[in-house]
Structures are given as structure tokens and as C-alpha cells.
């Protein structure tokens, strides 16, 4: 790793878009099409001081087809996080929730509509 | 930034103020009163109004009263959230105001402001109402002194060109048992799903609701059934929530079905608390 700290960042600031993204993102449109959290007083983002304890560890596997085996990375963070969030809250209330964003009031709505 | 230009005007006195609006008003300037200004700020930004002349009210003395004697506690209408509750005169109200917005907006939005503005919450109304306060108003009929609840209903009811003086709030209700809830959506800085405030007073539990409906309210047809010691609490709550003055409101922070069911258990919190004590 060419800059450990910088790397761990990074990836820490994927997985904060995708908490963000699984816990309060959605595009929400009305009856007419118009959407109804048009700006980012609506739309709203995790922002600082809402952010949980990043862990981040990395498993070095050199890159077999590129100079001196190196691998570029990016905020590869966000990929897994939804699927965690959703794994947590499946548990935490014994039933599949697998439908982003996954908001207080979603929750409550897929236990009203399936009972355990 | 603002694309337009207005009028800045800054009276010195009740008087001159409402001349001011009147005047302003014949000239077709479509005239705000303004205090902290918050909301005309971001809503001229907005382009949601355009007002042609604003009028400071800000530098009128009765405005700015925040004193206690040994009847009331009177709150000027240009007194800011922050002033209110660090003050710590009125404990409920105290709650109210540090839950409105953000330190740094507490310390520009004013009570006259968050009780006359257009954001349909105006959470400041509700240990009012609990508390049976009364208003002194300055218009076209000079001063004049109401119970608060006669011109709140749902928002101010003012006549053309009035505004509010102060808010005056009976000692006995400062000091009585209050409780004050407020659920948003996800953060802890938010307008309210539904915030609930509370005064036992006379052995009798007030209750005082914003954001589950279109506008906030006290009912007293919700507070009989929630006194009523013939029904059990969850008979309580359950019949209370079916007592909404208004339909439930139903926009992207939450549905009207969610709405009620956040209501509904802040009810349940609350009865449980009022009844056994702090959980």
C-alpha cells in the first residue's frame, strides 16, 4: 500500500455514501411524475456527525497483468454496505428487508404488511 | 442571493411600525414585518415571495421584553429561540426551542417569527396554548390583549397589518410537570414527524400535538379522553388517535398511517411516564 491512511479514506467515504444511500436516499416521485425531494433541504444525506465507526482492513493480492503488480482502488466502500444495513436489520427483526432505502417508516411498513 | 431590491424600514415604535405597513401597503410595496428574518431570507431566495418593503420590528423596546414579575412571564415577539431558552424562565417552552433548527438558527429565529411564518410546524405554539397564555397585539385598534388560543388557531389569526407585542405566560404553568417528545423522520435536527408537548396542571394532563396534521393543535376533546380514568391506557391512546381535528398529513417525511402510528406511540411513552414516572 502506497499511502495507507489516505487509502483507508477513501474507502471509508464509499462506505458513508453507502449508509447513506441504504438508510435515507431515494428518489421519491408524486402521482405526476414530479419529484418530491427536489433539493437538499428534502433530500436528505448522512452528514457529519451521524457517521458510525469505519473499520477498514485490506488484503493485499497483486494485480497479475499490470506494472509491478499493482491494483488501482476507488470507494469500493459503498458496494457492500447496503447489503450489510439490510442483512443487520433483517436480523434484528427476523424478516427479509431487502428494499432501499430502508428508513424507520419502511421498516415499519414491511412488518405491518408480513407478519411474523 | 436575493434577485430583488426592497424597502428596509426600521421603526423605533409600535406606533410608527404599523404606519409604516399601512403606508407601505397603499403604495402597493406588499410590506413583510420582519424579525430574524430566517424564513423571508430563504424564501426570497426561493422566489416563493417578493416582498417589496420589509419592516424591522426588531428595535421596538416592548418587542424585546423578556422579564418576570410576580404574576406572568412576558416574552417579546423579537425575542430569539436562544434568548427563550437559555433564560430557562419557561422549562417546556425551554424544550421547545432548543428542538426548532440548529444553534445557529435558534439564535436568529424569533417567537413572533416561528409563531406568525409560513413552515406549517411553528412548535413554539404549543407549551403556549398549554399554558393558557395570552398575546398582546399592536394594529389598527391600538394595543389590545387576547388569549392566546383566540387568535391561534392552527396559525396566527391577526388582522390586516397587526403583529404580536408579547406573549404573556401565567406563573403556575411554568413550574408544572411538563413532558415534550419530538420524532423526525432520521435526524435529530429536523422539522417534526410528530412532536408532542405535555403540562400536568390541576391534576389534568394537557396535551398539545404539531406535525401529525396540517397545522398544530390542542384538543380539548383528545385531552378529555386522554384524562379519563375509567379507560385504560392503551383504551386511551387508542381512542385519542381517532380524534385528529384534521386528517392525518401525509408528504415525502412520512406517511399520514405512519404519521399516526409515531403519534400513537408517543402517546403510549407518554401515558407511561406520566403514570409510573421517568422510564
Not at chain 1, 3 to 20: C, F
Amino acid at each position: 500500500m502506497i499511502n495507507p491512511e489516505l487509502m483507508r479514506s477513501i474507502i471509508a467515504g464509499g462506505m458513508a455514501m453507502g449508509v447513506s444511500m441504504a438508510s435515507r436516499e431515494a428518489a421519491v416521485y408524486d402521482e405526476k411524475g414530479v419529484v418530491r425531494a427536489p433539493n437538499l433541504r428534502t433530500y436528505k444525506l448522512l452528514h457529519i456527525g451521524q457517521e458510525p465507526d469505519y473499520r477498514v482492513g485490506f488484503v493485499e493480492t497483486p494485480e497479475q497483468d499490470s506494472p509491478y503488480g499493482v491494483r488501482s482502488y476507488s470507494e469500493h466502500g459503498i458496494i457492500g454496505i447496503p447489503a450489510a444495513l439490510a442483512n443487520a436489520l433483517s436480523a434484528a427483526f427476523g424478516r427479509e428487508l431487502c428494499l432501499l432505502p430502508l428508513t424507520p417508516e419502511r421498516i415499519w411498513k414491511a412488518i405491518r404488511e408480513e407478519p411474523k | 442571493m436575493i434577485p430583488f431590491d426592497f424597502i428596509y424600514c426600521r421603526p423605533d415604535t409600535m406606533e410608527d411600525a404599523y404606519q409604516a405597513f399601512v403606508q407601505l401597503q397603499t403604495e402597493g410595496k406588499n410590506p413583510y414585518y420582519y424579525a430574524g428574518g430566517s424564513e423571508i431570507i430563504t424564501m426570497a431566495r426561493a422566489g416563493s415571495i417578493r416582498p417589496g418593503a420589509v419592516i424591522d420590528l426588531k428595535w421596538i423596546p416592548e418587542c424585546r421584553v423578556l422579564s418576570l414579575d410576580s404574576d406572568e412571564l412576558h416574552l417579546g415577539s423579537v425575542c430569539t429561540l436562544n434568548e427563550i431558552k437559555e433564560s430557562k424562565l419557561f422549562p417546556l417552552l425551554t424544550l421547545a426551542c432548543g428542538r426548532i433548527a440548529d444553534h445557529t438558527n435558534q439564535c436568529r429565529i424569533t417567537l413572533g417569527g416561528n409563531l406568525c411564518g409560513t413552515i406549517r410546524y411553528r412548535e413554539t405554539c404549543l407549551p403556549l396554548l398549554l399554558a393558557d397564555a395570552s398575546v398582546t397585539l399592536f394594529g389598527g385598534q391600538g394595543l389590545r390583549r387576547v388569549p392566546f388560543a383566540s387568535v391561534f388557531n392552527g396559525r396566527m389569526r391577526l388582522e390586516a397589518g397587526e403583529f404580536i407585542v408579547q406573549v404573556h405566560v401565567p406563573k403556575k404553568a411554568l413550574q408544572a410537570p411538563h413532558y415534550h417528545i419530538k420524532q423526525t423522520a432520521n435526524e435529530k435536527i429536523d422539522y417534526p414527524m410528530v412532536t408532542v408537548a405535555a403540562l400536568w396542571q390541576d391534576r389534568f394532563l394537557r396535551v398539545a400535538c404539531s406535525g401529525l396534521c396540517a397545522e398544530p393543535f390542542r384538543s380539548a376533546e383528545m385531552e378529555a379522553v386522554l384524562n379519563a380514568q375509567n379507560l385504560s391506557g392503551a383504551d386511551r391512546v387508542r381512542k385519542a388517535v381517532e380524534l385528529l381535528p384534521q386528517p392525518a398529513y401525509d408528504d415525502v417525511e412520512g406517511s399520514a398511517e405512519y404519521r399516526k402510528f409515531v403519534f400513537q406511540t408517543i402517546l403510549e411513552a407518554l401515558l407511561e411516564e406520566v403514570t409510573h414516572g421517568p422510564l
